[in-house]
């Protein structure tokens, strides 16, 4: 598998063109400014006087409304919610010149067909793995965070390289850029979120903490075995993989992992991950989304109400509120604002 890193990117293919971000959220605000402390061009399509609008200018950009925007632009970077995004392609479609290239983060629309681009534009995707945030502060920092790269239509003949450069202009070639599909990145994204990261995280810690529960134990201890000590495992898992892990757990954890775990993720568990998976990839999750989204999201509100009110959470606000490294810091008044004390500063 080829990673392509900075080294590889010789030519910027976008020299010469203005980029529009359309939409100023997470992603959209770390990429806009990453691209134009690589020298970008950049103007920023948001609604009118919005906050997005207001945002952007504050932070020193040109700031149109979309169709504006995407007009002067070689590449629009559609940054938008997913669901917001066959509304925006709408307003914008016909200001799009011929020849230029429309850049995805995600790939659900074009993958379900939410979105039909024109056949005269690139349509591309670049895919930072990591929140806006973290896009933005590793730039900063000199490193970036790895992308995934996609060609769903090459008009130009540089689809791929107007991808690279952009992904460049992120600092992702710094973190390597691995090439995928559309079909791909958004079926594994949605499995992964379903399945393990969203999904399957918080139905395990659920059902861990009620198993604890029921069989008497304090809530609070349960929290804690539960849910609070999570994050040291899955930063160990980040750090180094699975041998990191069992590197620095006990041998009783361990040992307790391969002969146990192995019953509670079973053959069965993987079985209905493959339905799930084969839910999102015949298209049945994004019609469920999508009909969800048209009727005002009342399913979703409702889980969601569920879900927050669950007892995990309400035990877990009291623990929270006494972790002091979780709270923001407290400013000694004793001292002036923004001048620490010669002791802090040693």
Same mark, same amino acid.
């Given at each position: 598998?080829?990673?392509?890193? +900075? ?11 203005? $980029? ?10 770390? =990429? ?12 920023? @399509? ?45 307003? $914008? ?17 074009? =993958?379900?067909?939410? $979105? ?24 900063? +920092? ?25 992904? =460049? ?30 999904? @399957? ?26 849910? =609070? ?9 980040? +750090? ?51 009909? +969800? ?54």
């Amino acid at each position: 598998m080829k990673i392509w890193t +900075e080294r590889d990117h010789q030519n910027n293919a976008l020299a010469g063109h203005s $980029i529009a971000i359309i939409g100023y959220g997470s992603q959209g605000s770390a =990429h806009a400014r990453n691209l134009r402390d690589s020298g970008h061009d950049v103007v920023v @399509g948001a609604r009118k006087n919005g906050a997005s609008w207001q945002r952007a200018r504050q932070e020193g950009f040109r700031v149109a409304e979309p169709a504006a925007a995407a007009a002067e632009a070689g590449l629009i970077a559609l940054l938008t919610p997913d669901m917001a995004q066959p509304q925006v392609y709408g307003q $914008i479609e016909a200001a799009l010149k011929p020849g230029s290239a429309l850049l995805f983060a995600h790939g659900f629309n074009v =993958h379900f067909g939410c $979105i039909q681009p024109r056949a005269d534009i690139d349509v591309i995707m670049v895919a930072p793995k990591g929140p806006g945030a973290l896009v933005r502060r590793q730039f900063e +920092e000199g490193r970036g965070v790895p992308c995934l790269r996609a060609v769903a239509q090459d008009t130009s003949g540089q689809a791929a390289e107007r991808a690279l450069s952009y992904a =460049h202009g992120l600092g992702g070639t710094r973190g390597g850029v691995i090439d995928t599909t559309f079909a791909e990145e958004t079926e594994t994204d949605l499995f992964g979120e379903q399945v393990v990261l969203c999904g @399957g995280t918080a139905e395990l810690v659920i059902q861990g903490f009620e198993t604890l529960i029921e069989a008497g134990y304090q809530p609070e201890v349960a929290y804690f075995e539960c849910l =609070h000590e999570l994050k040291l495992i899955v930063d160990l898992l980040h +750090e180094g993989g699975m041998a990191k892990m069992y590197e620095f757990i006990s041998d009783t954890a361990a040992f307790g992992d391969l002969s146990r775990g192995p019953r509670i993720i079973d053959a069965s568990t993987k079985a209905r991950m493959k339905v799930v998976l084969e839910e999102i990839r015949t298209g049945e999750f994004a019609r469920d989304w999508i009909l +969800e989204n048209q009727a005002g999201l009342p399913r979703h509100r409702a889980l969601m109400r569920a879900r927050t009110a669950h007892p995990i959470e309400q035990v877990g606000s009291a623990l929270r509120s006494r972790m002091s490294w979780l709270q923001p810091p407290v400013a000694d008044a004793s001292e002036p604002a923004g001048k620490p004390s010669t002791e802090r500063a040693a």
